[in-house]
């Protein structure tokens, strides 16, 4: 790409510094399923900052590379070309021992389920990423963390014995208790009814307001994004749109936006560059 | 449905191939067992059939006093004169007839030493030229005093060849001899030694007043055994000289197959009821696997009942696949276990058992194989098949935990049984005069069953205890290892119990081992008061009693000599006793050699021609001090009779009555004593080392003699109870095996249906290191249950032992607890060597296929 004679708008981008806002970052991130016909390209040359203390939601049509982009950030995944960084770290040059020791101490997770470990009661599950470290638990914050998700009745409960949501509300604690740099949820309200979706949502966005933990979250539920205070648009494995304070009026209007938009199978970082020329322009 | 089953087992294959593992597991380690105990069984029946090949046999109608050629313990009989062969053989119908002379003999081999294996005879047989039963492989028949020939098994283990000279000790001499010939029986021994000599020179060291026990008979082809039998009859009892009966070859062989049976009877029950508990541990292996199996694919079985397959299709499909898997593993496990059993035999021949070379499979064990594999593969399947296809198909969709069997009916029947086994063992204990050993049998068994059915119960109750350790040392990996492993007690328990049987086995064997080795030194200790003694397995030679009177080292010696005789009590009927044993003692070694508690009565009476007799046999006969007592043949005559001078209670003499040498010499025929010990101490100023010189100088010649000091001694004993171990430790081998690979099923299976929540834990930081410590120490838990478990039901077993058995010389319980923490140390290896490859594949499963697997 560096050959090509026009200076490309994205590329204008990628070789931008990392602002000091930010507490994760990609720089070019690419992402290839398989090899050779049966290559898929999961992310074509993402670049994206998640600022601090913020919950950001990623969204965009279900294959769009958001679980994706949340396991690359995440190093969950390994990464095809590009730099992921983590506060201050570039995580796609650690080896296998650091990135356990990245997710250990400095990320939190979320899953849409199988978020606990059956055999540990609700209070275990909370501190298990800090007795696999070895830390000691921090009592005030765990009691904090417990109240705020309303669980200080169910804590020596397994987690069969709980609901959906004070399932999910547990690994929310989970991720908060260990102070991560960052928390990923990747559709943390997907299999919630509507009431204990807004009880996490509420949640994580106080998480955010009062304990200033920053949080990336994967939502395909426009209701969902509201909650955020910045929406990242993808599509076609590129960022296609973004929306500061999003209200659900505006996230259906860029979905919609979006479905309205061609997709061409060829050129994909080409099309998305026109892409995102075409809609970053809409913020609110 | 069918093409769904199929396409199943290709989907999972990791799974199906597990899944056959198990069975091909539980399956081997039954069809190992039952073909173990059919090699075994048929090599000893194979040395009845090729050694007793006669068409009748003709000898002593008399029950009385004599030892056959096979050492059977069995009723002896009175003797029949060798020269009634020679009238037989003129009998309508026979076509030869043999006095069949033989005798122990001792064969010195190549290196020197005596060719002879711990468990088997050496024997001396008389080569008759025209005996068809045997031929000469290469070389001549032997001719004269000074030749011999080798049967062809005896010659290879000896490293000689047919022409060398060498030793042998017969007739309490040593005499040189030349190998003439090899001679080929067609049969595998068990590694007897058996040494052919000329007939005149056996009859004049085995027969020398021209007597044999039997005379074997063949008839002329188209003569059936009965009426050879009914033509002998007449003869024989129109006969003077001798009483004399004659029965068929196949009543001698079945008599001698059930003497050997009966000798063998306890290794044979033992193996049957290890064969029974393996069909148990197979059982829960292969259902294990099976209700793991269909756990995991609930969901899979969900679909298709929710795109329209009716419960009976998906039972049916899920069965299917069980059939398959069952048979598969059946027919693997049959060569598994007998690869297993190969493996053992290739054992025992390097301790110089030869087993038979038949293949040790019959149509029972491959039914009983076949049938356990494929019938509790599909019933382990059917329960959580039915399950899986009643369940309502969005019900299995959604994500729940399956809910664990309730374990109540299996701990009730667990509990009832462990109850009774308990309560045997404890009559047994207490009452003394019940039918101790039975009970014990019966109490073990029970218990054993009842502890396989109560394990989950303990897995879930006490594990806590032994996984504190581990808790509290390894955080938080320990914590986790522990949780996973009480999470399914039943998978647990199930997976423990081959260990379980085999650590019981163990563990109740060294205790015995343990307790007959304080046993018989408290007893050596206690009795025996002489510097050296001298012996043998097989008597010790008359030359040898004079060589050692004649050292100048020696002070004192005196000479113990048993032999069998019949007793007479006051106020019994002559003729309805079993022979049984006396040991002779010279007066003067009361004090000087030998010490015997006497409960009542003196020692020195004994001197006057009076007997003592021990206290277990003269409550079980009614005889007190000073009763007349009868030595006699089972016809009435009368050799002797005595007094009972003496009550003793000593465990030092083994028979239950004791007399003067002179005694014995009048009561027992010349031909039936054996020495059995040399009991020496040194002449004045002598020191112990310097007479162990010159007596080991003086033995030496003998190869078989012994020279040992108490400790030796006791060593000695310790060693030959440690032989009788190693049967146990082959089996112990096999349950090791099988619980090994018993892990590493149930831990790649576990690992398999942990898949998401070993991501989530690496994904909240986990490392694989960790991740295999817990796996690890899953399996060291799982074994070490096992282990204790076991180890704690053997010592209870054995326990009982030294109680019920005091009469025999167990009179001492010693709990060997460096053993039985080696066992502990073997179970955590074990533990570790299963944990190796599942430990591995669950740290190298990428954390994402992990989160995101389905
Ligand atoms: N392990 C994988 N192997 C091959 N292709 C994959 C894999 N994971 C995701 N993909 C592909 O990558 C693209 C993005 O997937 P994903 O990030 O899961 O989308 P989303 O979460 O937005 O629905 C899709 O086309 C999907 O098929
Ligand atoms: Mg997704």
């Known amino acids: 790409m560096t050959d090509n004679p026009t200076p490309h708008p994205l590329e204008i981008r990628s070789a931008t510094a990392i602002p000091a806002s930010a507490i994760a970052s990609a720089r070019g991130l690419v992402k290839t399923y398989g090899r050779g016909d049966t290559a898929v390209q999961a992310l074509a040359a993402v670049d994206v900052d998640f600022t601090r203390g913020e919950l950001t939601a990623i969204m965009g049509p279900s294959g769009s590379g958001k679980s994706t982009l949340l396991h690359c950030m995440a190093g969950l995944d390994t990464i095809t070309s590009g730099t992921v960084t983590i506060d201050g770290e570039d995580v796609g040059r650690m080896n296998q021992r650091q990135l356990t020791k990245l997710r250990r101490t400095r990320l939190g997770f979320i899953f849409q389920a199988f978020n606990l470990v059956p055999t540990l009661t609700a209070a275990e599950n909370i501190t298990l990423p800090l007795d696999i470290a070895r830390r000691p638990v921090d009592r005030a914050h765990f009691d904090q963390v417990v109240a705020a998700v309303g669980l200080e009745s169910r804590l020596h409960h397994r987690p069969s014995e709980l609901s959906g949501g004070q399932q999910q509300r547990v690994a929310c604690a989970r991720a908060l208790v260990a102070k991560p740099a960052v928390i990923f949820a990747d559709e943390p309200t997907g299999n919630l009814d509507s009431r204990a979706a807004t009880e996490l949502l509420g949640f994580l966005r106080r998480s955010v307001d009062d304990l200033g933990q920053s949080v990336v979250m994967v939502t395909h539920d426009p209701r969902t994004a509201t909650y955020a205070h910045r929406v990242l648009f993808l599509a076609d494995g590129g960022l296609v749109g973004e929306l500061v304070n999003p209200t659900q009026a505006s996230v259906l209007e860029v979905l919609g936006s979006l479905d309205a938009a061609p997709t061409a199978d060829n050129g994909n970082a080409d099309n998305d560059a026109d892409d995102s020329a075409m809609l970053l322009p809409v913020r609110v | ?854």
């Open chain 2, 1 to 854: 449905m069918r093409r769904v089953a199929l396409r199943g087992i290709r989907a999972h294959l990791v799974r199906f191939v597990l899944s056959v593992l198990a069975v091909a597991l539980g399956v081997a380690f039954v069809a190992g067992t039952f073909s173990l105990r059919t090699m075994m069984s048929s090599t000893f029946s194979g040395i009845v059939d090729s050694t007793l090949l006669g068409d009748a046999y003709v000898r002593g109608a008399e029950p009385a006093l004599g030892r056959s050629m096979t050492g059977t313990t069995g009723e002896t009989r009175n003797t029949v004169p060798a020269g009634l062969a020679d009238r037989i053989a003129t009998v309508r119908g026979v076509d030869q007839a043999f006095a069949e002379i033989s005798g122990p003999i001792v064969l010195v081999g190549k290196d020197g030493t005596a060719v002879q294996s711990t468990q088997s005879p050496s024997f001396g047989v008389a080569l008759y030229p025209d005996d068809a039963t045997v031929t000469i492989a290469s070389g001549r028949a032997p001719n004269g005093p000074t030749e011999i020939g080798l049967e062809s098994a005896t010659l290879t283990s000896s490293g000689l060849s047919v022409g060398d000279r060498t030793q042998v000790v017969v007739a309490g001499e040593i005499r040189t001899v030349q190998i003439t010939g090899k001679i080929s029986m067609g049969t595998a021994l068990a590694g007897a030694t058996i040494v052919y000599l000329d007939v005149a020179t056996a009859t004049a060291i085995y027969a020398p007043d021209g007597m044999v026990s039997t005379i074997a008979v063949y008839a002329h082809p188209d003569v059936t055994e009965t009426s050879l039998v009914a033509n002998l009859a007449p003869v024989l009892s129109r006969d003077q000289t001798a009483v004399a009966e004659a029965l068929t070859g196949d009543a001698m062989r079945a008599e001698a197959r059930t003497d050997i049976e009966a000798q063998l009877g306890f290794v044979q029950a033992f193996m049957l009821v290890f064969a029974g508990i393996s069909l148990f541990v197979g059982a829960f292996i292969i259902s294990n696997t099976f209700s793991m199996l269909v756990r995991q694919r609930t969901r899979e079985f969900a679909l298709l009942r929710a795109v329209g397959a009716s419960p009976t299709q998906v039972f049916a499909s899920i069965l299917t696949q069980a059939a398959v898997v069952g048979l598969l593993g059946s027919a693997l496990g049959i060569a598994g276990g007998l690869g297993l059993v190969s493996l053992l035999r290739i054992g025992f021949d390097q301790v110089g058992m030869d087993l038979s070379g038949s293949i040790p499979l019959d149509a029972p064990t491959v039914i009983v194989s076949l049938l356990v594999g494929t019938v509790v593969a599909v019933v382990a399947a059917a329960l959580p098949a039915r399950r899986a296809a009643l369940t309502a198909p969005v019900e299995a969709m959604r994500e729940t935990t399956a809910t664990e069997r309730s374990l109540l009916v299996r701990t009730i029947v667990g509990g009832v049984l462990t109850t009774l086994g308990a309560a045997g063992l404890v009559v047994a204990l207490l009452a003394p005069d019940s039918d101790g050993s039975a009970l014990v049998g019966v109490g073990a068994g029970l218990l054993a069953l009842g502890t396989l059915l109560l394990a989950p119960f303990l897995v879930r109750h006490c594990l806590g205890v032994l996984a504190a350790v581990f808790v509290a040392a390894v955080r938080p990996l320990g914590r986790l290892a522990r949780a996973n492993v009480a999470r399914n007690p039943r998978r647990t328990a199930n997976t423990a119990s081959a260990l379980m049987v085999g650590m019981a086995l163990v563990g109740a064997a060294s205790v015995l081992a343990a307790s007959a080795t304080v046993s018989t030194r408290a007893i050596v200790d206690d009795g025996w008061t002489s510097d050296f003694s001298i012996r043998s397995t097989t008597g010790v030679p008359v030359g040898a009693v004079a060589d050692i009177r004649a050292l100048d080292t020696v002070g004192a010696m005196d000479v113990l000599a048993y032999g069998p005789t019949v007793v007479v009590g006051p106020g019994e009927r002559a003729g309805t006793q079993d022979a049984s044993f006396a040991v002779g003692i010279p007066a003067e070694a009361f004090g000087r050699t030998i010490d015997l508690d006497v409960v009542e009565g003196s020692l020195d009476t004994l001197a006057n021609g009076a007997v003592a007799v021990k206290a277990a046999t003269a409550k079980e006969r009614g005889w007190s001090l000073g009763d007349t007592v009868t030595f006699a043949s089972r016809a009435g005559a009368v050799s002797a009779s005595a007094r009972v001078g003496a009550i003793i209670d000593s465990n030092l003499v083994s028979v239950p009555i004791v007399m003067s040498d002179r005694l014995l010499a009048q009561v027992v025929p010349p031909g039936q004593v054996t020495i059995e010990f040399l009991l020496v101490n040194a002449a004045p100023d002598v020191t112990a080392a310097t007479l162990r010189a010159d007596l080991v100088k003086a033995v030496g010649p003998y190869v078989v003699l012994s020279v040992s000091d108490k400790g030796d001694f006791a060593d000695d004993l310790a060693g030959q109870v440690n032989q009788i171990l190693v049967i146990l430790y082959a089996l112990l081998g096999l349950s090791i095996i099988i619980a090994i690979l018993g892990i590493v099923n149930t831990l790649a299976l576990s690992v398999i249906e942990r898949t998401r929540e070993i991501g989530l834990m690496r994904a909240v930081g986990l490392g694989r290191l960790q991740l295999a410590g817990i796996i690890t120490i899953e399996s060291v838990l799982t074994a070490l249950f096992g282990t204790v478990v076991g180890i704690v039901l053997g010592v209870a077993v054995a326990a009982v032992m030294p109680t019920v058995f005091n009469g025999v010389g167990l009179t001492t319980l010693a709990i060997p607890w460096a053993q039985l923490a080696g066992m502990l140390v073997l179970a955590v290896v074990v533990g570790v060597l299963a944990a190796l490859w599942p430990a591995s594949r669950a740290a190298r499963l990428p954390v994402l296929d992990a989160v995101a697997s389905d």
